[in-house]
């Protein structure tokens, strides 16, 4: 995916989501977006697969990077919606350079809703509050398939887009790869090992790796996630 600084991991962390929960938990090890978090959803595993719960589907989600809003007088719209996004992070202290890799899956994909598979890297969960950074692709391979990175900043609907494509080869499909790191402040994502969209930020310094999907996509929720999840982080950038 990415050359990886030479040397053992601070923390790593792999799962197959043997055990059906909801919440996700593995024995404590992730914090949950309804759980810990309150304003957001939870992700639940079954049967090998995690995916995201069922979402208020209150206020249907309007962007322009999404091509469903339109600016106004030429000043970018301010994004509609929930978003109260299914989402998990990992507990505890993790090394501020972050790798993590998840095998997706995908059954009937459709463009009447934006089904997203989501790797977090620098993430934080507490009561009202969510930072970090989202690495994203629509399940879909169209010319409405696309890749963003986001950054979150705490409170629900608060969050500024780094980086976006659109087209078919930034969505991804049942049995791919997607790969996510952040080294330094340079944030990049992957499709089964080639490199598809990146960013550079540096607001959040530190945090925990995790995933997420998108809100708002009705009872498709268990229509895509992912069946494997792995991470690795280090204290340091690679070398020269």
Not at 176 to 199: E, F, L, M, P, R
């Amino acid at each position: 995916m990415t050359d990886r600084p030479a040397g053992p991991s601070v923390r790593s962390y792999r799962t197959s989501f043997p055990a059906s929960e909801n919440p996700l938990s593995e024995g404590g090890i992730w914090r949950g977006g309804r759980t810990d978090g309150i304003d957001w959803a939870d992700v639940i595993a079954s049967n090998g697969e995690v995916y995201g719960a069922v979402t208020r589907m209150a206020v249907a989600e309007r962007r322009a990077e999404q091509g469903n809003l339109d600016a106004v007088a030429g000043e970018a719209a301010a994004p509609e919606g929930d978003y109260d996004d299914p989402t998990a992070v990992l507990a505890g202290p993790w090394g501020r350079d972050q790798y993590a890799s998840a095998a997706v899956f995908s059954r009937n994909p459709t463009d009447r809703y934006f089904q997203e598979v989501e790797i977090r890297l620098r993430s934080t969960i507490t009561p009202h509050r969510c930072t970090g950074y989202e690495i994203f692709f629509r399940c879909l391979k169209t010319q409405d398939g696309y890749a963003e990175i986001v950054r979150w900043n705490g409170k629900i609907g608060d969050f500024t887009s780094l980086a976006k494509l659109s087209g078919p080869e930034y969505g991804v499909g049942d049995g791919d790869v997607i790969q996510a790191s952040i080294a330094g402040s340079v944030i990049t994502g992957y499709v089964n090992g080639v490199a598809k969209i990146s960013a550079v930020d540096d607001v959040f310094a530190e945090g925990s790796p995790g995933i997420g999907f998108n809100f708002f996509v009705g009872d498709t929720n268990v229509d895509h996630g992912f069946r494997y999840f792995e991470v690795d982080t280090y204290d340091h950038g690679p070398g020269p």
